[in-house]
């Protein structure tokens, strides 16, 4: 299995919405609506942010939402704030009952 | 709460075996669903899914690694433990250890990650 392809990096100003694609195949992401994201700032582990392609765990601010169309899955961040800066990381199931991760996107925040 | 912590040795030589443990708390695998995974992560590049156990020691590896990897868990004690034979520097890491609960495809919960380096 490859990994999930995302940008290395994205950026945005402090309030203005940035978005992280994440593209697989029809055996992953494409297949199935299991993909998730997770937060991961420098040093720590990573944090789930987003289940299930659009679900957020309880404690996960509303500004996070995913989606998914074919088999690019998205995240979305809006009200970009200094604490979103951090490395981005999709996760889908795969058909071989597996997970592959993407590459991870950093997150700069101008 | 749940809570996951890895150990093992911070150092191995290449050729050796790398063993990990992972002891968790605030959840059981004798619980329907749950599961424990592992994942490492070289320095500064991506995550890698490695393997998964689930609580009725159903037990799956990324195939470019299956051939190396060996999952167990210990359920009395709360522990999975991950063998990778034949070890080579590019295994130096940081391997996590994470909780998968029940009918969930996602790791909800990490543990700090321990950093393994492979040298002579």
């Known amino acids: 299995q490859s990994a999930l392809t995302q940008p290395a990096s994205v950026s945005g100003s402090p309030g203005q919405s940035i978005t992280i694609s994440c593209t697989g195949t029809?055996?992953?992401?494409?297949?199935?609506?299991?993909v998730s994201w997770y937060q991961q700032h420098p040093g720590k582990a990573p944090k789930l942010m987003i289940y299930d392609v659009s679900n957020r765990p309880s404690g996960v601010s509303n500004r996070f939402s995913g989606s998914k169309s074919g088999n690019t899955a998205s995240l979305t961040i809006s009200g970009l704030q200094a604490e979103d800066e951090a490395d981005y990381y999709c996760s889908s199931y795969t058909s071989s009952s597996t997970q592959v991760f993407g590459g991870g996107t950093k997150l700069t925040v101008l | 709460q749940i809570t996951l912590k890895e150990s093992g040795p911070t150092l191995v030589k290449p050729t050796q075996t790398l063993t990990l443990t992972c002891t968790f708390s605030g959840s059981s695998l004798s619980t329907s669903g749950v599961g424990v995974g592992w994942i490492r992560q070289p320095p500064g590049k991506a995550l890698e899914w490695l393997a998964l156990?689930?609580?009725?020691?159903?037990?799956r590896y990324s195939p470019s690694l299956k051939s190396r990897l060996t999952i167990t868990k210990d359920t009395s004690k709360n522990q999975v433990v991950l063998t990778m034979t034949n070890m080579d520097p590019v295994d130096t890491a940081t391997y996590y250890c994470?909780?998968?609960?029940?009918?969930?495809?996602?790791?909800?919960?990490w543990g700090q990650g321990t950093m393994v380096t492979v040298s002579s």
């Open positions: 156990i689930y609580w009725d020691d159903d037990k």
């Open positions: 029809s055996s992953d992401v494409g297949g199935y609506n299991y």
């Open positions: 994470a909780h998968r609960a029940a009918v969930a495809v996602y790791f909800d919960i």
